[in-house]
């Protein structure tokens, strides 16, 4: 079974950092993405970011220039670092799993069959 777990989220000041992990399991296909998503009260799920198992990466307009994505591919373990954060960066982030990868990752949620349970961060004004 396909398995992720998300974890590091918690309370920051505005302007703050937080690096969030998902770790990985289950996952027998060398062609796979993982993406980064949140959700805030009343709001849709938003994609942030992916990067693929060949290492390229995607970034949605909200967040490029202050989160970072990156891979350790020895534990498994993919990494949001969020940087510069703003009141409006609050909600609960989620990482999921998407088989059907190719050549380029994609930050449509359609796209990911596997989810974690999500994480929840607060930004602070």
């Known amino acids: 079974d396909v398995q992720l777990q998300a974890s590091g989220g918690g309370l920051v000041q505005a302007g703050g950092s937080l690096r969030l992990s998902c770790a990985v399991s289950?996952?027998?296909?060398?062609?796979?993405?993982i993406g980064w998503f949140r959700q805030a009260p009343g709001k849709e799920r938003e994609g942030l970011s992916c990067?693929?198992?060949?290492?390229?990466?995607t970034y949605g307009g909200s967040v490029k220039g202050r989160f970072t994505i990156s891979k350790d591919d020895a534990k498994n373990t993919i990494y949001l670092q969020m940087d510069g954060v703003e009141p409006e960066d609050t909600a609960v982030y989620y990482c999921?799993?998407?088989?059907?990868?190719?050549?380029?990752?994609?930050?449509?949620?359609?796209?990911?069959?596997?989810w974690g349970r999500g994480t929840l961060v607060t930004v602070s004004s």
């Open positions: 289950g996952i027998t296909s060398d062609d796979y993405a």
């Open positions: 990067i693929g198992s060949r290492g390229d990466t």
């Open positions: 999921a799993a998407d088989l059907s990868y190719t050549l380029s990752c994609a930050i449509d949620p359609w796209n990911y069959a596997y």
